[in-house]
């Protein structure tokens, strides 16, 4: 393991220690403890705002047909964050793989919604599709789910009274205040959770369990339910490797535990070996490859430049990239870009505020279309880049000196860094200018190799 991630190895290790001692299940449900990076972010007032009169009339959750699901052995958990795609039976995170199984026996997949559109409106997108599915809403009311947080009250006494006092000193090791507002933190794992134990309680014969595995609190309730129903369940590491180590790698309680972890590929089963004990690892595949690597773009005879920007779906993330881009020195230069947000990034904000005229904002439903556009990507955290460079984009990728932990998924190969508009503008031209010589080539290569 890097010496830079000694911090994460001893916080979660502590975790571990405070939750085995303490034995109180609840504290499960909360999702700071497992930490999943150093990123912080934001949201506006409005937007918060807006969630919350919206959610006032949401249904928590929606299903399409109770009947298939009673008889149903097999259910896929996977996210919904919009759907402009032609085939209904495309699935953001899975792809193509319930195509691909050939699974004869009954399935569904419940979608978690996490856009401010209505259930039924969702519904109402997949009504072509030979899948069946559930729908469940990830916010929260006070209005409507008061009952919830009478629940986890309740559950903090409980706490203060048998738990807080007799461990105070366990509960020291970590930089953490056990009060009610961290308790409170987990409302919305608590309803998440609950909501889709209510789904699963419908499947009286369900057998396996597949959900996508990055480190959240109600991955954890889940897999806790599953074994305690003897369903088999499956965590989907989808993602890519990053230099810190989230709380996957780590061995918790069994019981919170996926049976199998499932990875994207063969460099993410290894990493995943090494730093834990846990040896049922198998490759699904990710449905991000492409099945033929393509030459770089750059080779191509072009008079300007196009640099894809893919900010991943932090407003923090996509502020810090659209500052870099934007600034007046690129309308000296022979370079486009085309800024490509997350689906949740509302880009109205971002049009208002244009100084660079070099700037076009995508409007492609499929990102191969961008792909085929640019030259370079730029990207902080994204593990869009994967794609990119299998596509024929150079990874270019914005590394401040302010962290001292790397987001960048290809943090092992690529060199091709910057931290400012200057040199951002500064590799390009290197590029450009020595893309036939063999050390840039040679360089290219070594990362598409990676990509694979």
């Known amino acids: 393991m890097y010496k830079k991630n000694l911090f994460y190895k001893k916080y979660f290790l502590k975790i571990n220690y405070i939750l085995k001692k303490i034995n109180f299940d609840f504290l499960y449900y909360i999702p700071c403890l497992y930490k999943k990076d150093l990123r912080k972010d934001k949201i506006s007032i409005i937007k918060v705002k807006f969630n919350f009169l919206i959610s006032l009339f949401r249904k928590n959750y929606l299903v399409d047909d109770p009947n298939y699901l009673f008889n149903s052995k097999i259910c896929f958990i996977s996210h919904y964050v919009g759907n402009n795609i032609s085939d209904k039976n495309y699935d953001f995170y899975y792809g193509e793989l319930f195509k691909k199984l050939k699974i004869k026996e009954k399935f569904f997949v419940i979608l978690i919604n996490h856009t401010n559109e209505s259930l039924y409106d969702i519904q109402k997108k997949f009504r072509k599709s030979k899948i069946k599915r559930a729908y469940i809403n990830n916010d929260f009311s006070l209005f409507f789910d008061s009952f919830s947080i009478l629940k986890i009250i309740n559950k903090y006494f409980i706490f203060l009274i048998k738990y807080k006092n007799r461990n105070s000193a366990v509960l020291k090791k970590i930089n953490l205040n056990f009060n009610l507002n961290l308790f409170l933190s987990s409302r919305f794992t608590y309803k998440i959770s609950e909501n889709i134990i209510k789904i699963l ?129 690129f309308n000296f230069e022979k370079f486009h870009f085309i800024f490509r947000t997350h689906p949740l990034i509302n880009v109205e904000d971002y049009k208002k505020k244009l100084k660079n005229k070099k700037i076009c904002f995508s409007k492609n439903n499929e990102i191969k279309d961008d792909f085929k556009r640019s030259d370079f990507i730029l990207y902080k955290g994204s593990s869009v880049c994967i794609s990119a460079i299998q596509n024929g984009l150079i990874p270019i990728n914005i590394k401040t000196t302010k962290n001292k932990f790397s987001f960048d998924p290809l943090y092992q190969i690529n060199k091709f860094n910057v931290n400012n508009s200057k040199t951002l503008i500064k590799i390009i031209k290197v590029i450009d200018k020595e893309k036939f010589k063999i050390n840039i080539k040679n360089q290219l290569k070594d990362i598409q190799n990676y990509s694979k």
Do not use: W
């Open 201 to 329: 309680k419908i499947s009286k014969n369900l057998k396996h369990l597949i959900l996508t595995f990055e480190g959240h609190a109600f991955e954890r309730i889940i897999f806790n339910y599953a074994k305690k129903n003897k369903i088999k369940s499956y965590g989907y590491f989808f993602s890519v490797i990053r230099e810190y180590k989230n709380s996957i790698y780590y061995n918790f309680n069994e019981l919170y535990q996926p049976d199998i972890i499932l990875t994207s590929g063969y460099l993410a089963k290894k990493d995943i070996e090494i730093n834990q004990q846990f040896k049922k690892i198998k490759i699904l595949g990710s449905n991000k490859n492409t099945d033929r690597i393509k030459k770089f773009n750059i080779y191509k005879k072009k008079n300007k430049k196009t640099i894809l920007v893919c900010p991943e779906g932090l407003y923090s993330e996509t502020n810090q990239m659209f500052d870099l881009i934007n600034d007046n020195l």
